[in-house]
């Protein structure tokens, strides 16, 4: 179901939406297609999934930068996206470069596929964005077969907030109401992500500096989970 126009979500959504077209322009967003930097996150992925070919699901899949690498590793990739202006463009990439995702609209947080139907769930740069991260995490180990792997590529980008010093459209939709609803935002380390993926049921839960897989913002996090 989608949001409400005055739910947390929607100010989310509709932020995302409107930046879909430009998002891959800039180079902080995602390493060029074809490029060292590039394949370096490529290597970093499959060095964590499942050997393909596996069922994955790629939540909040954005312009599809994780999915579509999934995708040429070999990967039966299904992609979610509450942005359809995101899942458009996820679309355009796929069909560019010849590969095949299953996009569709979907919410990362309530997900209406079956219990264990993914031998794999991933993300990129969701986890700071992410509404009741509790329920989701909960819910994509029920989405995962025994076994399966969680894999999520995040960072530490709003340790401090100045209205002054973001975009004024990012300022715009994330308000500190829309932060506040917003519990892994403000983080400045890994260690609270890792307890409630534990609480979710998750084992060998691990989060690994990646310097190699930052495209200008800081330092990101490779993190991954196993449904025993």
């Given amino acids: 179901m989608l949001p409400k126009p005055n739910d947390v979500q929607a100010h989310i959504t509709t932020f995302w939406s409107t930046v879909a077209a430009d998002y891959e322009t800039h180079a902080g967003n995602v ?18 999934l499942p050997d393909p070919p596996s069922d994955l699901l790629d939540v909040a899949s954005g ?17 979610v996206d509450l942005a359809p202006a995101m899942l458009d463009e996820l679309v355009a990439n796929a069909a560019t470069r ?63 907030w100045d209205d002054g010093d973001v975009p004024a459209l990012f300022a715009e939709h994330y308000t500190a109401d829309t932060r ?10 890994p260690e609270p992500i890792l ?9 060998d839960v691990a989060a690994e500096p990646r310097p190699d897989l930052s495209l200008g913002g800081g330092v990101p996090y490779l993190i991954t989970a196993t449904r025993p």
């Fill in 31 to 48: 390493a060029a297609y074809g490029s060292v930097e590039y394949q370096t996150w490529v290597d970093a992925l499959a060095s964590v």
């Fill in 98 to 160: 010849g590969l095949a995702v299953d996009a569709r609209l979907g919410d990362a947080v309530a997900l209406g596929f079956s219990p264990a139907s993914f031998d794999a769930v991933t993300s990129r740069h969701l986890l700071w964005t992410l509404r009741e991260p509790a329920s989701a995490m909960a819910n994509w180990r029920e989405l995962l077969r025994p076994g399966g792997r969680l894999v999520a590529v995040d960072g530490f980008w709003f340790t401090k």
């Fill in 195 to 203: 307890r409630v993926l534990t609480a979710a049921g998750f084992v």
């Fill in 63 to 79: 312009t599809g930068y994780l999915a579509l690498a999934a995708a040429f590793l070999g990967h039966r990739v299904t992609a």
């Fill in 180 to 189: 506040g609803e917003l519990p892994f935002m403000h983080l400045d380390r």
